[in-house]
Nanobody, 121 residues
Framework: QVQLVESGGGLVQPGGSLTLSCRAS????????MGWYRQAPGNQRELVAT???????NYGTAGEGRFTITRANAVNTVYLRMDPLKFEDTAVYYC???????????????WGQGTQVSVSA
């Protein structure tokens, strides 16, 4: 099986910064695209940013301009640097990874359980 574990969320004032981390672990043969999504109360889940295994990035409207996505392939980890944060960035942030397992077969998408980011004065 494959697990994604996020960390780094919390409460921060407007103008502050946070860096989220997400590590994929388990019976992994290879990790392909990784990314971050977020969901605010009453809203649909939206794309923040994705990154391929060779470092090509794509930002959604939510992440363009103030957020930076990076990854460390050696430890199957993706990061999201958010700076500066605004009130409207308050949401649960989810990590997603496309993974081929050691058992073979086609790659599949896996999701983390989410980490809360709250921006408040």
């Amino acid at each position: 099986q494959v697990q994604l574990v996020e960390s780094g969320g919390g409460l921060v004032q407007p103008g502050g910064s946070l860096t989220l981390s997400c590590r994929a672990s388990g019976s992994i043969l290879r990790v392909y695209d990784m990314g971050w999504y977020r969901q605010a109360p009453g809203n649909q889940r939206e794309l923040v940013a994705t990154i391929t295994s060779d470092g090509r990035v794509n930002y959604g409207t939510a992440g363009e301009g103030r957020f930076t996505i990076t990854r460390a392939n050696a430890v199957n980890t993706v990061y999201l640097r958010m700076d500066p944060l605004k009130f409207e960035d308050t949401a649960v942030y989810y990590c997603k990874a496309n993974v081929r397992g050691q058992w073979g077969g086609d790659p599949a998408d896996y999701w983390g359980q989410g980490t809360q980011v709250s921006v408040s004065a």
